[in-house]
């Protein structure tokens, strides 16, 4: 089993910047995909990024690509959302999910297999 959990939220102006990172802990050998979803007022929650166990696939969904970079720290054991320009849009709970034994960003939620707790992303006009 593995432990998921967020941080780097907060509240920022359009245009700013901000880095989340989801810290691992316990299981973190084999294949995986790691997913950043999020869910905004109102919305329902849609898969923001993901990349592999390798670092050497990554997914971006098309309103955040050119913007957000989705990154693997070995040394930290964590994976990070680099997240510039932001706009209000991009106001939502953030939250890390892995799903077990392949590169298969499009699972169902059903098939992530842990989740981290979220944290919030506020983006001022």
């Known amino acids: 089993q593995v432990q998921l959990v967020e941080s780097g939220g907060g509240l920022v102006q359009a245009g700013g910047s901000l880095r989340l990172s989801c810290a691992a802990s316990?299981?973190?050998?084999?294949?995986?995909?790691m997913g950043w979803f999020r869910q905004g007022p109102g919305k329902e929650r849609e898969l923001v990024a993901a990349?592999?166990?390798?670092?050497?696939?990554?997914y971006y969904t098309d309103s955040v690509k050119g913007r957000f970079t989705v990154s693997r720290d070995t040394a930290k054991n964590t994976v990070d959302l680099q997240m510039n320009s932001l706009e209000p849009e991009d106001t939502a709970v953030y939250c890390c999910?892995?799903?077990?034994?392949?590169?298969?960003?499009?699972?169902?939620?059903?098939?992530?297999?842990?989740w981290g707790q979220g944290t919030q992303v506020t983006v001022s006009s």
């Open positions: 999910a892995i799903s077990w034994g392949r590169w298969y960003p499009h699972a169902p939620e059903s098939q992530y297999d842990s």
């Open positions: 316990g299981r973190t050998v084999g294949a995986y995909t």
């Open positions: 990349i592999n166990w390798s670092g050497g696939s990554t």
